[in-house]
Structure formats: C-alpha cells, structure tokens
C-alpha cells in the first residue's frame, strides 16, 4: 500500500497569512464567539454572572418591556435598507450606465465627485444635513420657495412619520458612490465586440443596455444588494449623530444598532446590561447571517457568470 505524503505548507503562506489570520481572530472572530458566549448569561449581581441559556433571546422576543422596543428597532431597520434597496441602488445602476457610455465628457471628474460624499465622516454628514434641514436656519425652506415649492417644506428629521426616511436617503445621498463605483467597474468589462455586434444589428442603446449588459452585470449587482443588506443591519452613527441613541422622535429612528448601544452600555436613565446587549448583538448576527445564507443558496445560486 502506498502511503500519502503531506506536503508541509509553503512558509511565505505562513509568513504573508499569519498576520491577517491573528488580527481576524483577535478583533473579529473571539469578539464574536466571546458575544454570543455572553449572550447566554445573565447577571446574578456585581460583576457575577449565571448561565441563563437561552433565557435572554426569550425575554428580547417575548417580554413586552422588550420585545416592543426589539421589533420596532428590527422594522425600522429594515425599512432603512429597503429605501436603499429602491433607491440607492438603481441610482447607482442608472449613474453607472450613463458614466460608462463612450464619449462622455468629464466622465472621470463625475465618478469623483459622486463618489466624494463617501469618504466624509458620517458625523460630519448627519451635522451638515442637520443645518441644510433646520426649520430655524437651514436654507432648504428659501430654496424651494426660491423654485415655488416652497409649500412642500416641513421639519422632516422633527416628525415621526417622515424622520426616518429622510435619514435613509441622507445615508443614499452619502453612499450612492459605491454601487456606482462596482456596478461601473463591471460595465467597462463588457465586450466592444458585443455592443458594436449588437450596434451593427441595429439595436438601440436601451434594449443594448436591458438585453447585453444588464445581463453580464447581475452578479456584481447581487453582491451589490447583499453589501447594502449587511451594511443597512450595521447601520449606527448616522442615527446616533442625528438623533441620538433614543432614535427620535419618539423612537420612529431607533434601529438595531441604537436599540443595542442603549441596551448593552445604558442610555440616561435605562441602565445598561452587558448580557442582554450580547443578546441583541447575537440577534443582529443572525438576522445578518440569515440573509447572507438566503442570497448565497437561493440567488446566487441562480446567477450565471460569463466569460467575457
């Protein structure tokens, strides 16, 4: 019988590797294993903790005191990314298509001022937007009067019914440039070959766009919506800068992500909780992970790739 010989890791593998290996597991993965290993505690005084098993997902889902404050995080959190959903991302498919067409002018200073709002500081944003939108200072209201639309202004970031949208498409005005910029890197992939065929055969740029490049584009497109997803579930600091951890007005801003900082740290005079906090980290991951598993398994799946 003939034995098997391993064949030893090559060191420059080791050597190039390792680095990122011990910072991944350092500042990401024991973060997270430690997180949903403290998840299943529960305090039992000063600095004494008890397993609790699975006692604080019960509690988050099925105790008014919390599960009213979780599921109104979790539905405005998903409202915020399906605004990007429908907004952000055609917007950033429509920029691409049209920055991509050859000839255009200036397409290079277009990608980068589009793409500039994304390399500011989130609080730096949500200050500036405060200041455009203020009823008391803001020159929103002088310069739709200045267009006769002046009747269409009101303190949207001031009222439950309009606050939250208007963050989401701050956050699309901010973040726009990255669909743009992927969707447009994977444009200028598609074959002249292709169009001057399709140009030759006389087909119009629409139908071009809709039945030759659109195609050749779905899979960055997919990774594109499954980006938005992840970062959308993320979401913290524009919430947190604009109307702080409370999310208001009267919570019609609270987010998973502001949901968990009052929970794990303390917010005023709700006093914070280190194991119902891991507990609500745990439940983001999950959210997360299942719709990463759902895109991976039932989308992905179904996505062809082209060589082209």
């Known amino acids: 019988m003939r034995a098997i010989r391993l064949r030893p890791v090559p ?22 294993l430690d997180t949903l290993r403290l998840s299943l505690y529960t305090s039992a005084g000063p600095g004494q903790r008890v397993f609790h098993g699975l006692g604080n997902f019960v509690t988050l889902l099925t105790d008014p005191h919390w599960s009213a404050a979780f599921w109104n995080a979790l539905w405005n959190n998903t409202k915020f990314f399906l605004i990007h959903l429908l907004v952000q991302n055609p917007i950033g498919l429509l920029l691409a298509a049209l920055i991509s067409l050859p000839g255009l002018r200036l397409a290079r ?60 498409l701050i956050s699309v005005w901010q973040f726009v440039g990255i669909p743009l910029m992927l969707l447009y890197a994977s444009l200028i992939q598609v074959p002249d070959e292709l169009i001057e065929a399709a140009v030759v055969e006389g087909a119009s740029s629409w139908r071009i766009f809709w039945q030759i490049k659109f195609p050749l584009i779905l899979p ?12 959308n579930f993320n979401a ?6 604009v109307k702080g951890a409370l999310g208001g007005p009267n919570f019609s801003t609270d987010i998973l992500g502001t949901f968990f900082y009052r929970t794990f740290f303390g917010y005023q005079s709700q006093v914070g909780s280190p194991t119902m906090g891991a507990a609500v980290a745990s439940m983001m991951f999950f959210i997360i992970l299942c719709g990463v598993m759902v895109y991976l398994y039932v989308i992905q799946r179904r996505l062809h790739r082209y060589d082209v």
């Not at 060191?11 to 997270?32: D, E, N, R």
């Not at 500039?116 to 944003?125: A, E, K, N, R």
């Not at 200050?127 to 455009?132: K, V």
């Open 109 to 168: 200073t277009y990608r980068t001022l589009i793409f500039l709002p994304t390399l500011l500081s989130v609080v730096i944003i949500g200050f500036i937007w405060q200041l455009i939108l203020s009823p008391l200072w803001g020159v929103s209201e002088g310069l739709l009067e200045a267009v006769g639309l002046g009747h269409l202004f009101s303190a949207w970031l001031g009222r439950e019914s309009t606050a939250l949208i208007t963050l989401a």
């Open 11 to 32: 060191w420059h593998l080791l050597f190039f590797l390792g680095p990122a290996v011990v910072i991944y597991t350092l500042f990401s993965a024991w973060p997270l």
């Open 220 to 231: 960055t497109l997919g990774l594109v919506t499954i980006l938005t997803f992840v970062g």
């Open 236 to 241: 913290f600091e524009l919430i947190y800068a």
